[in-house]
Nanobody, 115 residues
């Protein structure tokens, strides 16, 4: 069983920054992709950023250049630095850990950006 616990959400004004963190615990397969997705009210959950165990990253188009994802394999954590936040970044952010056979999600953390 894998558990994901997110932290770091909150409220910030446009142009500000936040840092999200996610800690994974349990029986974690070596080969995995960790990442962040977000879901705004009334909208589908979408990709924000992912990172493989060897550091290969992928970003959603709207956050590229503003958000940076990173991970610590020794601690089984993934973090995301979010800069130049915009009101349209407001959403619940979910941590995800995906392996060949399993797909795990965290409970989500709210990020609210005011104009």
């Amino acid at each position: 069983q894998v558990q994901l616990v997110e932290s770091g959400g909150g409220s910030v004004q446009a142009g500000g920054s936040l840092r999200l963190s996610c800690a994974a615990s349990g029986n974690i397969p070596t080969l995995n992709i960790m990442g962040w997705y977000r879901q705004a009210p009334g909208k589908q959950r979408t990709l924000v950023a992912t990172i493989t165990r060897d550091g290969k990253t992928d970003y959603g188009g709207s956050v590229r250049g503003r958000f940076t994802i990173s991970r610590d394999n020794g601690k089984n954590t993934v973090s995301m630095q979010m800069n130049s936040l915009k009101p349209e970044d407001t959403a619940v952010y979910f941590c995800r850990l995906r392996t060949a056979n399993y797909d795990h999600w965290g409970q989500g953390t709210q990020v609210t950006v005011s104009s």
